[in-house]
């Protein structure tokens, strides 16, 4: 409930109302750790996420800086010559960072990779994705080299379950 100001002692917790992400943008939260977003501790409850690009990637950087709008904290140059943004710290990116990270890295929780949507997977695939057309039936691939092999496999099943032909390795 409320409690004034005054009636809290020195060290006791309280919680203000905070921005909290949209539905939309958590899809690109999702989509981002897949791909080339992070999450940084911030403090005990909170976390930021980092969105880097390269120059060459600047419109689709800024592009994704315009999906997060007052929640963006930080932006500018990165030291590649790249844009990149920062969000202001939230308890829920602190949420995704303890479900999505382990003491190795990314790790996606099962509950992420079950909540992938169509605009999840696109911002991923243009964060990590490539089209080759060398290949006679041509291909396209998602760099999913840190992703834990188990987790793989279950990207791999939703990929399917939506009619995409998926052949992890």
């Not at 409850?45 to 800086?65: M, P, T, V």
């Not at 943004?85 to 479900?99: A, I, K, M, R, S």
């Not at 890295?105 to 695939?125: C, F, M, N, R």
């Not at 840190?146 to 399917?160: N, S």
Request: aromatic content about 10%; some cysteine.
């Amino acid at each position: 409930g409320w409690r004034r100001a005054k009636e809290f002692k020195v060290g006791e917790q309280l919680m203000t109302a905070v921005p909290a992400l949209q539905p939309f943008q958590q899809e690109v939260v999702r989509g981002s750790l897949l791909g080339d977003g992070s999450l940084r501790h911030i403090k005990q409850f909170n976390a930021s996420l980092r969105i880097g690009h390269g120059a060459k990637q600047d419109d689709y950087a800024r592009w994704k800086q315009s999906l997060f709008g007052e929640l963006v904290g930080y932006a500018g140059r990165n030291s590649k010559g790249g844009w990149s943004f920062d969000t202001v710290p939230l308890h829920e990116l602190g949420q995704f960072l303890h479900q999505n990270y382990s003491q190795t890295g990314k790790d996606p929780a099962v509950e992420t990779i079950q909540a992938l949507s169509p605009l999840a997977t696109a911002i991923w695939y243009m964060d990590d994705g490539t089209f080759d057309h060398s290949y006679s039936h041509r291909r396209s691939s998602i760099a999913c080299a840190d992703i834990p092999v188990e987790k793989r496999h279950l990207i791999a099943r939703k990929l399917t379950e939506w009619g995409i032909s998926v052949h992890p390795n």
